[in-house]
């Protein structure tokens, strides 16, 4: 996938993206950070047209999207999303959330799709948990199978919006646990999160964003010990301050 000079506009007069460009390459992990409302999220919603843009332009193996022979709805097929708000239908259980889309949009048959839920279940801890509801499920077990949703639909690219966010802390490390294992499979992820220690772990390249722009864009190891902006420098100050409080409150 191909970025290059995105602009995104809300409004006339508010630029949430102004000139974003960078690629994803096979199998490479991108992660975004950035303050809240410098076009993270926005930036995602961009990739897989559920914002429409107003400059620039987004090419998929090639080809400029959207066009006749790849509209949006045909690409969705291709670039999974997983949001912070798990999306799940609260009146199916697991097991028929995960084979609705597979049923309703590749046409794929019952046996063969039920077949792979089971495998993707019992890959992320959770194939005891096929006959449960949403509201039977903890936060981090509701952020997998909205995982295993998007998996589903075979993509070949993966987008994570702060799939973190509204977990409480015990729940963070068994959703990031998954997706640090669809990464050493080698899956194609563009991942927006504010867990720093995890951006660290699993980015083959960090992006630093702020006002709708990329700031900074170099390897993990580079950006967290040595960042080239003041701006950067300053974002992740803030991280380390709380680092320090964090472990001062746990030695109280």
Same mark, same amino acid.
Not at 220 to 244: G, N
């Given at each position: 996938m191909s970025?290059?000079?995105?602009?995104?506009v809300?409004?006339?007069?508010?630029t949430a993206l102004?000139?974003v460009?960078?690629?994803v390459a096979?199998?490479?992990?991108?992660?975004?950070?950035?303050?809240s409302?410098c076009?993270?999220s926005?930036l995602?919603?961009?990739?897989?047209?559920?914002e429409?843009?107003?400059?620039?332009s987004i090419?998929?193996?090639g080809?400029?999207?959207?066009?006749?022979? &790849?509209?949006?709805? +045909?690409?969705?097929q $291709?670039? #999974? @999303?997983v949001?912070?708000?798990?999306?799940?239908?609260?009146h199916l259980?697991?097991?028929e959330?995960l084979l609705?889309?597979?049923?309703k949009?590749l046409g794929?048959?019952?046996?063969?799709?039920a077949?792979?839920?089971?495998?993707?279940?019992?890959?992320v801890g959770?194939?005891?948990k096929?006959?449960?509801?949403?509201?039977?499920?903890s936060?981090?077990?509701?952020?997998r199978?909205a995982?295993?949703?998007a998996l589903?639909?075979?993509?070949?690219?993966?987008l994570?919006?702060?799939v973190?966010a509204?977990?409480?802390?015990?729940m963070?490390?068994?959703v &990031?646990?998954?997706? +640090?294992e669809?990464? $050493?499979? #080698? @899956?194609?992820?563009?991942i927006?999160?504010h867990e720093?220690?995890f951006?660290r772990?699993?980015a083959?390249?960090?992006i630093?964003m702020d006002?709708?722009k990329?700031?900074?864009?170099?390897?993990?190891?580079?950006?967290?010990?040595?960042?080239?902006t003041?701006?950067?420098?300053?974002?992740?100050?803030?991280?380390?301050?709380e680092?320090i409080a964090?472990?001062?409150c746990?030695?109280?």
């Amino acid at each position: 996938m191909s970025v290059r000079d995105v602009v995104k506009v809300y409004d006339g007069d508010f630029t949430a993206l102004d000139g974003v460009s960078f690629d994803v390459a096979r199998g490479e992990v991108i992660v975004v950070v950035g303050p809240s409302g410098c076009g993270k999220s926005t930036l995602l919603r961009t990739l897989n047209g559920l914002e429409p843009i107003q400059g620039g332009s987004i090419e998929f193996n090639g080809e400029k999207v959207p066009s006749k022979s &790849l509209p949006w709805s +045909l690409l969705r097929q $291709r670039i #999974g @999303m997983v949001f912070q708000s798990y999306e799940l239908f609260p009146h199916l259980n697991v097991l028929e959330n995960l084979l609705l889309g597979p049923s309703k949009v590749l046409g794929e048959k019952r046996a063969e799709s039920a077949r792979r839920a089971g495998e993707l279940l019992k890959r992320v801890g959770l194939l005891d948990k096929a006959e449960s509801f949403p509201r039977q499920l903890s936060g981090g077990q509701k952020q997998r199978v909205a995982i295993v949703r998007a998996l589903m639909m075979k993509p070949e690219i993966l987008l994570l919006d702060e799939v973190t966010a509204s977990l409480d802390p015990e729940m963070v490390r068994e959703v &990031l646990d998954v997706v +640090l294992e669809l990464a $050493r499979d #080698g @899956m194609t992820m563009v991942i927006v999160t504010h867990e720093m220690g995890f951006a660290r772990a699993i980015a083959d390249r960090v992006i630093f964003m702020d006002a709708g722009k990329i700031v900074e864009e170099s390897a993990p190891k580079e950006f967290f010990s040595h960042p080239a902006t003041e701006r950067a420098k300053k974002f992740l100050d803030i991280f380390s301050y709380e680092e320090i409080a964090g472990e001062w409150c746990s030695s109280l």
